[in-house]
């Protein structure tokens, strides 16, 4: 009987232990890093310092970016896809132009960005600290 008691409790603590939650399901992939919903929207401020050694001047520049997710769609390839349109502006009170459009593809590892008939990887899941990636993967270099 004691054996039996004993074998019971070895196997009560062998299922306890080997019933612990995964720690995989507390990984953040980061899928939401980019926004993909229809009419979502970043506004960027990108300010700039132009030198010229010609006439020893120096030019400060602000430009605004808005970039917004316009179109969903389908690529070649046969993948949900997102059109985006980005916008530019000189001043805060200015109107928005519409500078140019390119588009995007988001999967379970990346997100490639196809802006005049090149792609880019331009982000990776899960993001870590320290690595890198070939963003330019896709690009063929051109022979001389």
Known sequence: MKKLRIFFLFLTIALVVSCK??????????????NTELGSYVVYQMDSILYDDFN????????????KMAENFTDNLGRPAQRVERYTKDSL?????????YYIVKTNKNIEKVEENLRFVSFVFPPVLGETWDGNRFIEPIDN
């Open 56 to 67: 020893n001047s120096v030019t400060k520049k602000t430009v605004f970016y808005k970039e």
């Open 93 to 101: 009170n200015g109107d928005w132009k519409l500078a140019r459009t």
């Open 21 to 34: 939650k995964d720690k995989s399901d507390d990984i953040d992939l980061a899928y939401d890093y980019v």
